[in-house]
T-cell receptor, first 113, second 110 residues
Framework: SQTIHQWPATLVQPVGSPLSLECTVE??????LYWYRQAAGRGLQLLFY??????ISSEVPQNLSASRPQDRQFILSSKKLLLSDSGFYLC????????????FGPGTRLLVL | RKEVEQDPGPFNVPEGATVAFNCTYS??????FFWYRQDCRKEPKLLMS???SGNEDGRFTAQLNRASQYISLLIRDSKLSDSATYLC???????????FGGGTRLMVKP
């Protein structure tokens, strides 16, 4: 069966510090991968998605970036965090051959102080 | 107009009650539809897909009305454990992207 992992689970970082969040998927090949952010009490905002290694599409211009160095690894990064980057970061995967159902990892809760 | 709209609630219902949520979507060409459940401070989890003919999974029934562009979720015999936020989700073009509603919060009281 497929599983999706994210780490760290929680993170407290100062403004201006760098960020690296990691997501890995097991049990499937060539998944579509997604990064979302959910601010407190708000809906899901799609940040990036990827249909293959090295292929990244950005949905929202901001100080975050994403990379997919391996088929089942998706990384979210920032060189300098802003206060507004605080939120719940969720990674998700879907099958490229399905109807689009996405499955989410446990998320990383980021607080920027 | 938002692409997927939901009443944010909260819906406060007693245990054993029947509760229904509606969701409207703007893209008439939307291909597939889902309900996700999100517990507080947790990730969203797929509750059920929504089929054109309607479908049922235990106490949960989902309906799709393409003509009026809305989706519904009916929960019968509510349990305390049903308390969560329910997300209406639409695949607008059979592609890789999903559009999420803002969620409807349900609180089931003893």
């Amino acid at each position: 069966s497929q599983t999706i992992h994210q780490w760290p689970a929680t993170l407290v970082q100062p403004v201006g510090s760098p960020l690296s969040l990691e997501c890995t998927v097991e049990g499937t090949s060539n998944p579509n991968l997604y990064w979302y952010r959910q601010a407190a009490g708000r809906g899901l905002q799609l940040l990036f998605y990827s249909v293959g290694i090295g292929q990244i599409s950005s949905e929202v211009p901001q100080n975050l970036s994403a990379s997919r160095p391996q088929d089942r690894q998706f990384i979210l990064s920032s060189k300098k965090l802003l206060l507004s980057d605080s939120g719940f970061y969720l990674c998700a995967w879907s099958s490229p051959r399905g109807v689009g159902t996405q499955y989410f990892g446990p998320g990383t809760r980021l607080l920027v102080l | 107009r938002k692409e997927v709209e939901q009443d944010p609630g909260p819906f406060n219902v007693p245990e054993g009650a029947t509760v229904a949520f509606n969701c409207t979507y703007s893209n008439s060409a939307s291909q597939s539809f889902f309900w996700y459940r999100q517990d507080c401070r947790k990730e969203p989890k797929l509750l059920m897909s929504v089929y054109s003919s309607g479908n049922e999974d235990g106490r949960f029934t989902a309906q799709l009305n393409r003509a009026s562009q809305y989706i519904s979720l009916l929960i019968r015999d509510s349990k305390l454990s049903d308390s969560a936020t329910y997300l209406c989700v639409v695949n607008p073009d059979a592609g890789n992207m999903l559009t999420f509603g803002g969620g409807t919060r349900l609180m089931v009281k003893p």
